[in-house]
């Protein structure tokens, strides 16, 4: 299909320079098509490295090429994209051996973002002469080792990773079935963008070799497919679309590589130190002060700016490289109108924006234009960089949430209490926590500080060692294969919270238009803390047959069990369990940790399905305006409370029995993640943990099936749980909920009066 489109929209002009709607359609379709496929591309190494016994039984579809992992990534995207965009699955499995522009634009953005650094020694028609097609003489496309900066096909190929792999190819399919039966790509396609960030987040694209960092392949995707839609965009205002299928491609690739076509452009949104939003009326006042912080809003106040710039650009997201702290990025295309563009969203943002907030929005257009040659020596290093910060900023985990008014304290035992900070050194040596007194104006200001207990101190095990104290600069020693994995051993939860309010209304009280996409990720609601540990290790080793060095791996796949199941979920922080068992703090969302404990349990189960995954108490739900440190009184019960459950409810803490509540809780998720849901129903567990010691009154079973309704609005979803909930009942209730129930737009009917209702719970029909 996309070739056809290609033949039909020759000279298709950019958006910019106007156009017939016909051409703008045609050129927009191409460019969709190209950004998935250059998102796609690596994806198949993935399900290589979870099925790597079953390369030999699958043969090459038709002009596939050598790369094994391409077969898996066709089949795999044939059966998830939909039928209209599949025209890009030939220069997105293909791009290795270009035969037109479109996949010839994939494989130089991905050679670019890979870290292919083009030697000046080589020979002057070397890139001539490995893009020319194979009839026309090529050399096959084998890039020199002196270009390359790494292997970019490495991965641990252990049993546990193969495992862990499978985990996530498995949970990635999943996840990818409903938004591939979509047929509107601009839902699809942030579909598509946040289930890869979510799968691939964890896994490198490339090994530190020559001194480039190594990338994850999600940011590796990314990149690849900003510098792909920026590059097609040039190639639109200079012409090069036309014929773009079938024609030689030498002078054409030998301009695209040398000539200036990409820029960088930096977006930073500041806010005065001492500014607070202004307050509308007491109403709204009081509204906000609960349900808000200053910082949320800015959250907001930056993601807006940045759904604008690439609303008046032309931008995707997918064009967006990285975002860190208050600074966005973008590979741009050097296209006429781009610099008049920026200068009047510049104007329009400052004018919008400053009657209501105090602040800067700057604009940094380039730092020098960039040919695609010089983008290849540089992307790999600016991700470097950037992944660095976005990593030190994730560090910092309360620093920007709770500069002034409250910080999160955890007390881990009696003594005198000093200032503890975390700060992240990548140079090949580790994570570095340092303990300090007070915090100095030039380091320690820049990180959160936690109030730790001198005499107990901090400790955490994994497959590479074990480290503990309470003062000193400490090194936490991470394994070779969690480095390479990119398994993280740090904080990844910035816990401002806010009860449910949607984004639209905190930024309606901020005085902020959204316009566009909403930024959902930063509805958070209020904040639960769960312990899940591993019991029974001694036994394992003890059954475990081997040697020492047997027994201390499988004590390492035990001990990065958690982490690299947990990573990929931002908004969650993981604390090391102190004492002599396997285990994590959880600390996030409440309807997010129950829903991940329940995802953790079922993999625990496939993954190893040795010991037993325990959900134990020492939690509890805490809203923001009560004080974070409530968190700290609730992890100081850890001890007293290990043997009890933790049972959720609305706005306090609850400590019932929760071992039927996660049964049923395992069983719910899975069936609401059938029908693409991500989450339980809101307010269902507080309703269920009122109900259930009450649950076989005759009385109380119809409300509690009303409120499971009324917490569900969704009527699927309604008649879904309906389904599910009669294995947790007893046997007499089961034809109750078979013949009194039924669903009418989400609410339950009044029950038939010819139905007659005995007392003490024993009920029958005529």
Known sequence: MIRSIGREGKGAPDPFRGGSRKDQDIAMEIREALLL????????????????????????????????????THRFIQSLVPERFRGCLPFALRHARPSDRLEAIVHLADRACGGVVVDDRVEGGWLRSMLAPPSEGGEGFVIPPRVRTGRKDFFPMTVVGRQAYGVLWQGLCRDLEGPAKEEAFGRYFDALVTLLEKYTATIPASVPEGGVDSLPLFDHLRSTAACADAFYRYAMEQGWTEGIVGEPLDDVVEAWWREPALSLLLVRVECDPGFSFPETDAHDARAFQKIASRHLCLDLLRESVATQVEGRLGLTRAARIW????????????????????VELAGCLGRGFLRSWQGRIGFALGRGAASLEGLSRGVPRLYAQARRDLERNRLRIFAEALHGPEELHFPLGGGEEMEFSIELDRDRSGVFLRFEGDRSASGGGDFASLSLGARDGISWRSGGGEV????????????KSERHMGIPTTFLFRPYAVPDRSPAQLAELAGVHLRGRTPVSHHLPRFALLRLEIEGVAEICAETPGTIAHRSALLGEIASFFPSLVSHVQRICLLPVAGEGYGVWVIG????VLDEACRIHDRWERFCGRGDLVLKGGGGIFAPETSLGAAAAVVAKRTEESARGLCFAEGEVSWENLERVIALGDRLADAVCRLGYRRLPRNFLAELNELWHRKSHPKTLPRFLHAVVRSTPDAAISRLLLEELPAFFDDALIPLLVTYTTLSTGRLRPVPAEIRREPRGRRRTE
Do not use: C, M, Q
């Open 37 to 72: 496929g250059a998102l796609l591309h690596d994806i198949g190494k993935l399900y290589r490295r979870a099925f790597s016994g079953r390369i030999d039984g699958l043969p090459p579809f038709e002009g596939e090429g050598d790369p094994v992992h391409l077969r898996f």
């Open 323 to 342: 975002t860190a702290g208050e600074e966005f990025a973008w590979i741009v295309p050097n296209l006429s109108g781009i610099p008049d563009r920026i």
């Open 589 to 592: 969302p409440w309807r997010e």
């Open 468 to 479: 503990s104290g309470a003062a000193g600069r400490l090194l936490l020693n991470t394994t």
